[in-house]
């Protein structure tokens, strides 16, 4: 198929049809972006602490880092309000099915981040109990190292999710 | 009641008594497992009435194989002994009485020791998995049982897990 | 409280509710002026201990530029958690690339499973490996949490520059 001919491309058709066009799209991606933006301002993560990287999690919510700062201070304790899954520790393999059906619950769009080694790839837990990296059963967007990660680590990864959000705005 | 004192005292019924570093233990069989944890736990001056744990030792190329231990506290005289029983590698799975008669606590107690070694505990009013998926298979604490992990990644290669490789 | 009788009693009743709501508020209104106690990281960097080492590795260099890695691989066999993977290679007389005989040809840790333990610091008989204080990592990918031998090469960027960092200032 030609190009002129392709549908959304070029229409071939008047300037002013295309110079429409090109409108409607700029006025679209700037939507977008403008949802990327919401959502990333008010990212509600699910509470999903399994292990020692929960207290870090629960630090970095707490007044002296307060994730507040970024609209996530709630942790909400139903996976249908919440957007973000933060996997604070390590998944046994029989927590997997359950954080699969937490993460399922979640409304789109919705994202993961895989905090600390042992969620993101069973860190020194190569053993038969864990789940070698929760990638495995979610797509995971954001990997955090450390063991546990500082608070700052958490919220590094944080903001490089926001950046990728907002990277990937597009029109829903 | 002093290790060596209770000791003495056990002695007086049980044969195989092994004081060691302030601990008693008390070697029995299988089959008078269930006489000799209810006389532990009724005699007066014992009075053994709480099982604070039970655990099992997998000794591979020996017999007997398994070592099922009993741990038991004495609320009354504060004392503590351990129970131990021998099971031999054959039959697999092997079998020792269930002790939830008498120790309520027991029951999940033993479902972890099944879950983990392989152990069947007769007389046992649920013995389920406890802790591992109900479709595991295999018994993860068994020395038998490989370790299970996966190959460590790296741009070009990889380390191949723990019980994999080569020394 | 009973019924006022009469619009004195009314007034003084008002009067002892809004005091009372005012004391209560008070505590509110005194935390309002108190000093702020939350960190606000990506700006400002809470101040570590002079000695933390919760980050990433740093490969050293002696001052004339060779490497002080002689790719003896004992900091892969101390971790715990198989994130070092070195492989050694023999030293040339022309171009030498470290102070030993030996050096890593290639030395890759992978941050996915390293567990900042300091194992590996320990192990080390030429103070090659050290752990620094940079803790900004996060990665989109499993592929980009292995660090090659280059980046681990480079001095880790000051807290608060990493990439990413822009977005909450």
Redesign the interface.
């Known amino acids: 198929m030609p190009v002129e001919r392709l549908p959304g491309v070029h229409t071939g058709q008047s300037a002013a049809d295309v110079t429409a066009e090109v409108e409607r799209g700029l006025l679209l991606s700037t939507v977008g972006k403008a949802v990327a933006w919401a959502r990333k301002n008010s990212m509600w993560p699910a509470t999903f602490g399994l292990a020692c990287c929960a207290i870090e999690m629960m630090a970095a919510g707490a007044?002296?880092?307060?994730l507040s700062?970024?609209g996530m201070e709630i942790f909400r304790a139903s996976p249908r309000q919440a957007d973000l899954m933060i996997v604070a520790g390590r998944v046994s393999?029989?927590m997997g099915p359950v954080l699969r059906q937490i993460y399922d619950q979640m409304p789109e769009p919705k994202w993961v981040i895989s905090m600390g080694?042992c969620a993101?790839?069973?860190?020194?837990f190569?053993?038969?109990?864990l789940i070698?990296?929760v990638?495995t059963i979610v797509p995971v967007?954001?990997?955090?190292?450390?063991?546990p990660?500082?608070?700052?680590?958490l919220?590094?990864?944080i903001?490089?999710l926001?950046?990728?959000v907002?990277r990937e705005a597009r029109v829903p | 009641m002093q290790a060596a004192d209770l000791a003495a005292r056990l002695r007086e019924r049980f044969p195989d008594v092994l004081e060691a570093r302030g601990e008693v233990t008390l070697v029995v069989e299988a089959a008078a497992l269930r006489e000799a944890l209810e006389h532990l736990r009724t005699e007066p001056d014992l009075a053994c009435e709480a099982l604070s744990d039970l655990t099992v030792t997998d000794w591979p190329d020996r017999d007997p194989r398994f070592w099922v231990a009993y741990h038991l506290r004495s609320r009354e005289h504060g004392h503590r002994l351990r129970v131990k029983v021998g099971l031999p590698p054959e039959p697999d799975p092997p079998h020792v009485p269930s002790v939830t008669d008498p120790f309520p606590t027991a029951n999940w107690l033993e479902r972890e020791a099944f879950d983990f070694f392989g152990v069947v505990f007769d007389g046992h009013p649920d013995l389920r998995r406890i802790e591992m998926p109900e479709d595991w298979d295999g018994h993860p604490l068994r020395k038998s049982e490989p370790l299970a992990g996966v190959a460590t990644r790296y741009k070009g290669a990889f380390i191949p897990p723990p019980d994999q490789r080569g020394t | 409280m009973s019924e006022p009788r009469n619009e004195l009693d009314a007034a003084a009743a008002i009067a002892r509710a809004i005091g009372r709501v005012a004391r209560g508020f008070s505590v509110t209104f005194r935390q309002i002026f108190r000093k702020d106690a939350t960190t606000q990281y990506p700006k400002e960097i809470r101040p570590l201990p002079p000695r933390a080492h919760l980050g990433r590795h740093l490969l050293n260099r002696h001052e004339n530029g060779l490497e002080k890695c002689i790719g003896c691989e004992l900091c892969a066999w101390a971790c715990p958690a198989d994130a070092i993977y070195v492989q050694g290679a023999d030293n040339t007389a022309e171009q030498p690339v470290s102070a030993g005989e030996r050096y890593a040809a290639i030395y890759q840790i992978n941050y996915l499973r390293c567990i900042m333990c300091g194992f590996c610091v320990e192990a080390c008989p030429t103070r090659a490996l050290t752990l620094t204080d940079n803790y900004e990592m996060a990665f989109e990918s499993r592929e980009d949490a292995i660090y090659e031998k280059w980046q681990l090469l480079e001095p880790p960027l000051p807290l608060g520059t990493a990439p990413g960092t822009q977005e909450g200032k």
């Open positions: 007044g002296d880092y307060d700062r970024w393999q029989k080694v993101s790839s069973g860190g020194m190569n053993n038969y109990g070698q990296g990638d967007d954001i990997y955090v190292p450390g063991c990660p500082r608070p700052e680590m919220m590094y990864g903001l490089r926001h950046e990728k907002q």
